[in-house]
């Protein structure tokens, strides 16, 4: 006769998901495919969206605030856009238990300990957080439980959070497919300005550079699209509040970074003027270089799909 073996204990009894977009949705899904939570409840501004999240099945409860979302919540996951933290984090604070986590999914760090930080109570665990992974969609109805494979996520632990605390997330983000990585608030926002947040706003500027051109007409620019303007594209079709957000909230790391990147335009446009070869090929060969160091660290794959992806919608976000 077969033993009776129990179903393993979720990881959290109760996960509150502020905010059920993108994140928040891939989130739910990536929760219920390996049990990490007993019951989820979710809040979201919109009836509309309130709606769509429970029809879906991605929450077992939906509440109209985060007040009563947060209540009896052993994790508690900010999926708003960084712009309303925090308000929200004002509200919840009466209403988060002791020894609970509060951590979030925003693009930046920085302005989250600033926001979210002072309107923690004593014994809540406030760990920051961003999964670095999306695509250019957004909604409940969008997100799926393969987002987060393969992908990383970083915590930014503030100065004097209990190490099993820090663990037990890391455990969580772990179990939903992701690598873990801690560093300082500050220097995720650095890294993040170069490697996400710059090329995003280069993105919006050079669509919105074709969109504008005189002698090209907007017809021209979307029939003749090539590879590498639909890649762009596909960037710049993402949300723009959240985008708005990430800029307001990473200003200082972001305008160092377009800074040198302004710099590296000049180097290049110089070479183009006089007919600098040399400097042309050995800049673009190392450019190639780093896409293949990507490719390597299983962060992309070398398969073109050319806007023509047959399964999840894939892509990098913030």
């Known amino acids: 006769m077969t033993a009776h073996r129990e179903a393993p204990k979720p990881l959290f009894a109760r996960v509150a998901l502020i905010g059920i977009g993108l994140i928040g949705s891939s989130l739910s899904h990536a929760m219920r495919r390996r049990g990490l939570a007993g019951h989820i409840s979710g809040y979201a ?119 099993e605390a820090v663990e037990k997330l890391s455990a969580f ?3 939903c497919g992701s690598n873990v990585e801690t560093m300082d608030a500050a220097h995720h926002d650095m890294v993040l300005a170069i490697t996400s947040h710059v090329p995003h706003l280069i993105a919006f500027s050079i669509v919105n550079t074709a969109r504008h051109l005189e002698r090209v007409t907007d017809s021209e620019v979307i029939k003749f699209s090539a590879g590498g303007f639909r890649d762009f594209t596909r960037i710049a079709a993402s949300d723009p509040v959240m985008w708005r957000d990430v800029f307001l909230n990473n200003k200082e790391a972001a305008l160092e970074m377009l800074g040198r990147f302004t710099e590296d335009i000049t180097v290049l446009q110089r070479a183009i003027r006089f007919g600098d070869g040399e400097t042309l090929h050995r800049l673009f060969a190392e450019a190639r270089a780093t896409r293949k160091g990507i490719i390597a660290a299983g962060q992309d794959t070398a398969a073109p799909d050319f806007g023509r992806h047959k399964g999840p919608p894939t892509g990098a976000k913030s």
């Open 173 to 175: 983000w772990r179990a």
């Open 45 to 163: 501004q919109s009836a509309r969206t309130r709606e769509t999240a429970k029809r879906l099945g991605l929450v077992d409860s939906i509440h109209e605030t985060a007040a009563d979302a947060v209540k009896g919540a052993d994790l508690v996951i900010l999926c708003t856009p960084v712009g309303v933290y925090a308000p929200i984090a004002q509200e919840i604070a009466p209403h988060l238990g002791k020894g609970a986590i509060v951590t979030d999914v925003g693009s930046v760090k920085g302005a989250v300990v600033r926001d979210v930080g002072p309107h923690i109570p004593p014994g809540v665990h406030f760990i920051p957080g961003h999964p670095i992974a999306g695509t250019e969609h957004s909604g409940p109805e969008s997100g799926f439980a393969e987002l987060f494979d393969g992908r990383w996520c970083v915590l930014t632990p503030v100065e004097g959070t209990a190490p």
